[in-house]
């Protein structure tokens, strides 16, 4: 089964402090894609960052990176310089390419930035 | 250029009553998706449609139908609402089979049913 485990449903940090939040994920396959997604209060679901399995350098987007370790099935993502906007739940997600290409989410971690 | 949008955005059923959810997207995408979101499960794919005529079951396809008649449209049809589907639901899309891979969310329709 393809699965993904966040393992910290809430963090908390200062605002223009740096967080990491954990993901780790299971597939047999070889061919996949990770995002990070991040949904305020508005519901509305926003794409943060995306990896591509057969990269091996570490994808970032302005304040965003990640921390991308395939042999350990790891994707964490790191907020440098928080903002208050950050405040949201983030979701990790994959992919396997080539198929019907639904994404398998984590539960979700509830981040909360702090003034 | 709208992206994803949904219809209604918020919706109070009676158990037993039926509705259609509907979802556009303006990117002509091939790949459309509903998922459901519970608190504390993430997001579970419902049904999905990789071209215009076809669809498919995902995770938890139970006491919902869908329909792709157009490309650009995704309907997601409850026929006999239960408490059970008291949720938000996503309507979401990616270009096609070769990517790229990152799905476009709609804004989402919270739906209650008592």
Redesign the interface.
Known sequence: AQT?TQSQPEMSVQEAETVTLSCTYDTSESNY?L?W?KQPP????I?VI?QEAYKQQNATENRFSVNFQKAAKSFSLKISDSQLGDTAMY?C?F?I??S????I????TKLSVKP | NAGVTQTPKFRVLKTGQSMTLLCAQDMNHEYMYWYRQDPGMGLRLIHYSVGEGTTAKGEVPDGYNVSRLKKQNFLLGLESAAPSQTSVYFCASRSGPLGPYEQYFGPGTRLTVT
């Open positions: 993904v894609y995002f997604y508005s519901r509305q679901m794409l995306r979701f997600a992919t390419g080539g019907q290409g639904n994404l989410f984590g539960k979700g």
